[in-house]
């Protein structure tokens, strides 16, 4: 007999990218009190950054990134975009898990609003 394990209103039948998708949306509400604007920016999750171009130059020694932003552009509204399996591959727990994206999606208001982490969460890095 197969089905699901639990009904789907509880916990353990929320997927991992529902999970994850949940702790960027508790981080933006979070940081909503303090800066009404961000209703204005989309807040994407993917599950890895897409490799920008073809060939060998496309590849790099650099790190891979956790979040990006997109500038609002031709009418589109600005985005914020956290990398799920990056940052689930860097943590342990849900926890943890949840304080680094917290950071990736202050790094990445930080960097769209041209303001340093630490003025948009003033508890950046406290951790």
Not at 37 to 62: M, T, Y
């Amino acid at each position: 007999m197969r089905g699901p394990i639990a009904p789907p209103q509880v916990p353990l039948a929320a997927s991992r990218a529902d999970v994850f998708a949940d702790l960027v949306q508790d981080s933006v509400d979070r940081l909503e009190r303090r800066w009404p604007q961000l209703a204005d920016i989309d807040f994407l999750v993917l599950e890895v950054p897409r490799l920008e171009g073809r060939g060998e130059q496309a590849w790099s020694d650099e790190a891979v990134p956790l979040g990006g932003v997109v500038p609002a552009q031709d009418g589109r509204r600005a985005r914020v975009v956290v990398y799920r399996r990056p940052v689930e591959i860097r943590t342990k727990g849900r926890d943890e898990r949840a304080a680094l994206v917290h950071e990736v999606v202050v790094e990445q208001i930080a960097e769209l609003l041209g303001l340093t982490p630490e003025t948009v969460d003033p508890r950046y890095g406290e951790d």
